[in-house]
């Protein structure tokens, strides 16, 4: 008895340090698949010793909200669900009742209060009974009526969230790769709760209402279904839901099962309520949850594959990350044959060894990982050299994990901020060059200098077989290469990474020298301190950096492989001079806004990054935009352009 109570206490300790980073720090630290079986496993053991102990996972919800946001306590607690993975248990639960069964959609639930027709209040979820107040923020979802015809108070729950669209478009303009959300529901949450509700609305979250807490004086003949006609009548988008019986629910759970597969909300499962709301209310509710509703966690795919080979992948702090290469796999529509393993702690864990049979899955259908090992030889050799640089390595313990190092400072792979600053647009403009491709290349050994990045051809047989490559890849990528070979010399002082040097400053320095990289080498802190705009601290870094004997002798190499183009002719028209201007907001009819800036920096004008009574202009093509910038702009009495305005203005 007493190895259970241990046992119980351990699985306590490792789910609520589990729900704490998912709930509150937006973060994961083991998968859902995970998650259950241990869970699975505390409730087992609590049916069988009778015992129950404080602050188990089993019988608290959710955790206190954070103090950036006011809280405030729900007019009636928010219970979790009781759950099943089996299609036999929805049929027993509905029996000869009739039920909804809806999409349980996998972002923030968030409850909305209207008063006298006008959105009054939303709160999160929070622990179930306090959640923090986010009004300001839900005004600007995508989809939400902020007056309807009802007139009475009126109370709903809903699911804010994310589609996995809108979730890749901004993972995509993030350079960063380690900066990316890991999934739409971290940055919904992260969204959700902004201070600032401009950063909410740029995210687009969209709200789907999946139950009616208040409604005074409305008659529903007793039925959520017509609850939820009701408030799609109100202007509410509800999730999707179908009517079954126990003789049809696993035909409908079949339905969702098939639509899942192509659908853009993110979700991670399936709730099933009785559509009797008396009948519902009548089965009363255990300490955590209520008798009317079960969840439905959808069963992970799971193949039987090979493993073939540990990827050791470094990355810029040094962390060297295992990476699981398995025979190739159909998951969830998709061809699977790599899996991150996170830590030398979960592949210990897990005794994996090349050659064993391991069982894969999608983690919410998108993540893939390892679910079991099958044979468990833990045939695995940590690597005493980094494979990027041939450095040592050491095992360190970083939040009770085992994790492996590089130690060698000047690392390639440490690096990786610099060569992907390098190959930037505003840089050398080297497009396939992504910072995760750069990543995959330096964990190869394929790029150890810049001037490595020109002779990717040597490594065409490797890269024409990794994934996310192929011959069309490749080729693609070779030619945006070659491409890149001819630039200009504020591009290659920019792409250097210079400590404080950006794209205007690049230009200031080729200036300078007459556009001769050889004089700017040369030049002492002391002369280039007297260009106007970079400082004596400017100027030391930039003869710091051409001083340093490494800088020198890459530099020196990376000349070899390239052009650059002559100086610009002299004399171009200053018609923006003495004007300041400020941009927000996406462009048109430039490649971005450091584009934007230059056209205007070379025709005499500037660019501040705030409105201020010095900024002449606002350029922004939402001209009618209610942004901090259009307002301030308003109340300052400075013109707002757009792109257009901008263009016929210098012409």
């Known amino acids: 008895m007493n190895q259970k109570i241990e046992r119980m206490k351990e699985l306590s300790e490792t789910l609520r340090a589990a729900s704490r980073a998912y709930y509150q720090e937006d973060r994961e630290i083991m998968s859902n698949l995970e998650y259950d079986r241990l869970y699975d496993e505390l409730t087992a053991l609590e049916q069988e010793t009778g015992i129950v102990l404080a602050g188990s996972p089993t019988v608290t919800v959710g955790y206190e909200a954070q103090e950036t946001l006011p809280k405030e306590r729900h007019e009636s607690p928010m219970l979790s669900l009781g759950k099943t993975k089996e299609r036999e248990e929805l049929a027993s639960f509905a029996g000869e009742h009739e039920v909804l069964v809806s999409w349980k959609l996998d972002g923030l639930t968030v409850v909305l209060t209207y008063r006298d027709g006008t959105l009054a209040k939303a709160v999160t979820r929070g622990n179930g009974e306090i959640g923090e107040v986010i009004t300001n923020n839900a005004r600007v979802f995508r989809n939400i009526p902020l007056h309807i015809a009802y007139q009475g108070e009126l109370i709903l ?81 509800t999730v999707e839901y179908r009517r079954a019986t126990g003789a049809t629910v696993g035909e409908t759970v079949s339905y969702f099962a098939e639509k899942i597969r192509h659908y853009d909300v993110p979700s991670d499962g399936l709730v099933v309520t009785y559509n009797d709301i008396a009948y519902g209310q009548s089965l009363g509710r255990t300490a955590k949850f209520p008798r009317d509703s079960i969840a439905f966690k959808w069963q992970d795919e799971t193949c039987e594959t090979t493993l073939r080979e540990i990827e050791w992948s470094p990355s810029r702090t040094g962390l060297i990350n295992p990476v699981a290469i398995f025979d190739p796999v159909e998951l969830e529509g998709t061809t699977v044959s790599r899996a991150s393993v996170h830590n030398l702690s979960i592949m210990k864990a897990l005794r994996l060894g090349i050659g064993d049979r391991i069982t894969v899955y999608k983690a919410n259908m998108i993540i893939p990982q390892i679910a079991e090992n099958l ?26 994990a085992e994790t492996l190092y590089c130690t060698n400072e000047r690392c390639s792979a440490k690096k990786i901020k610099s060569f992907t600053l390098f190959a930037s647009r505003n840089a050398l403009n080297m497009e396939g060059l992504s910072e995760a491709t750069l990543e995959k290349f330096i964990a ?115 000349l070899a492989e390239i052009e650059l ?83 016929d203005m210098i012409r």
Request: proline share 3%; with cysteine; hydrophobic share 35%.
């Open 157 to 237: 729950r809903g699911e804010a969230v994310i589609t996995y669209s809108e979730f890749e478009k901004i993972n995509g303009e993030i350079e960063d790769v380690e900066a990316r959300y890991k999934n739409p529901r971290n940055l919904c949450s992260g969204s959700v709760r902004q201070l600032n509700n401009e950063v909410t609305a740029n995210r687009h979250v969209r709200f789907y209402a999946f139950a009616l807490v208040k409604a005074e004086g409305v008659e529903f003949g007793n039925l959520r279904s017509n609850q939820f006609k009701w408030l799609q009548g109100q202007g509410f988008e």
């Open 375 to 400: 044979t468990g030889s833990g045939r695995i050799e940590i690597p005493k050299v980094c494979p990027a640089c041939g450095g040592g390595t050491e095992i360190r313990s970083v939040n009770d």
């Open 444 to 558: 190869k050994g394929y790029i150890h200098t810049y001037a490595d990045m020109f002779h990717l051809d040597r490594h065409r047989e490797e890269i024409v077989q990794m994934e996310g490559f192929g011959e069309k890849s490749y080729a693609n990528l070779i030619e945006s290469v070659e491409t890149a070979r001819r630039t200009t010399l504020p591009r290659l002082i920019y792409g250097l990474g210079i400590p404080n040097i950006g794209t205007a400053n690049a230009r200031l320095l080729s200036q300078f020298c007459g556009y001769d990289l050889e004089k700017l080498r040369a030049s002492t802190a002391e002369e280039l301190a007297t260009v106007e705009g970079l400082g004596e601290v400017i100027a030391a870094s930039v003869a710091d950096y051409f001083a340093d004997p490494g800088n020198r002798e890459a530099l020196d190499a990376l």
């Open 565 to 647: 183009e002559k100086a610009p002719e002299e004399g171009a028209p200053q018609a923006l001079a003495g004007k300041t201007f400020v941009i927000t907001g996406s462009v048109e009819h430039f490649a971005n806004r450091d584009e934007l800036k230059a056209f205007i920096e070379a025709r005499g004008g500037k660019v501040a990054g705030s409105v201020s009574k010095k900024t002449d202009y606002l350029i922004n093509n939402d001209t009618t935009s209610t942004s901090s910038k259009n307002k301030k702009a308003a109340q300052l009495g400075i013109p707002v352009l757009s792109e257009e305005d901008f263009l």
